[in-house]
T-cell receptor, first 117, second 110 residues
């Protein structure tokens, strides 16, 4: 497909379980972002990958959250020991321009709705 | 104070009306500014970048006021399809991190 692909689209899990969310960016896009959005709220930055550089992890809310990007393409966001407050839509975005260039048009995936019971 | 603040609305306007939203930002060194739109239960999509001199794209006009630290979005001749949440995005800090506002909800009524 031509767009950003995220899977699963919905994930229901029990408190304390680990979850993995996947993002497949647009081919050739070097910048990849993870955000989360709670109901009726804005987007909260989580992590940013740019090429082979060290990621900007400054938005990760706790050490239960981690992300990796393999081969500069697909990314997975892992949440360990999920809590109810982790329930949100997790959005991935990619861009052909690095953050800070002023040209960074972000293309978003349709998100993963995570529900922690 | 939040880095990026928007009036959450909702703004309910009749078709054909002109409506404007403001977005204030706290970091005077912010460099880049954007407006995104997000339809209900959908992902955000870039509407337009905001340039220092102001810019227009059809019925949409974006302006930047650095002295007062706000950007604005003006929509003329509103259409039903303009109903959405409009997100203000600001790039600032040494890493030029993108910060999203919480959004302004617009409903255009027939």
């Amino acid at each position: 497909g031509a767009g950003v692909s995220q899977s699963p689209s919905n994930k229901v899990t029990e408190k304390g379980k680990d979850v993995e969310l996947r993002c497949d960016p647009i081919s050739g896009h070097t910048a990849l972002y993870w955000y989360r959005q709670s109901l009726g709220q804005g987007l909260e930055f989580l992590i940013y990958f740019q090429g082979n550089s060290a990621p900007d992890k400054s938005g990760l809310p706790s050490d239960r959250f981690s992300a990796e990007r393999t081969g500069g393409s697909v990314s997975t966001l892992t949440i360990q020991r999920t809590q109810q407050e982790d329930s949100a839509v997790y959005l991935c975005a990619s861009s052909s321009f690095p953050q800070g260039t002023g040209n960074e048009k972000l293309f978003f995936g349709s998100g993963t709705q995570l529900s922690v019971l | 104070r939040k880095e990026v603040e928007q009036d959450p609305g909702p703004f309910n306007v009749p078709e054909g009306a002109t409506v404007a939203f403001n977005c204030t930002y706290s970091n005077s060194a912010s460099q880049s500014f954007f407006w995104y739109r997000q339809d209900c239960r959908k992902e955000p999509k870039l509407l337009m970048s905001v340039y220092s001199s102001g810019n227009e794209d059809g019925r949409f006009t974006a302006q930047l006021n650095r002295a007062s630290q706000y950007i604005s979005l003006l929509i003329r001749d509103s259409k039903l399809s303009d109903s959405a949440t409009y997100l203000c995005v600001v790039s600032s800090g040494s890493a030029r991190q993108l910060t999203f506002g919480s959004g302004t909800q617009l409903t255009v009524l027939p």
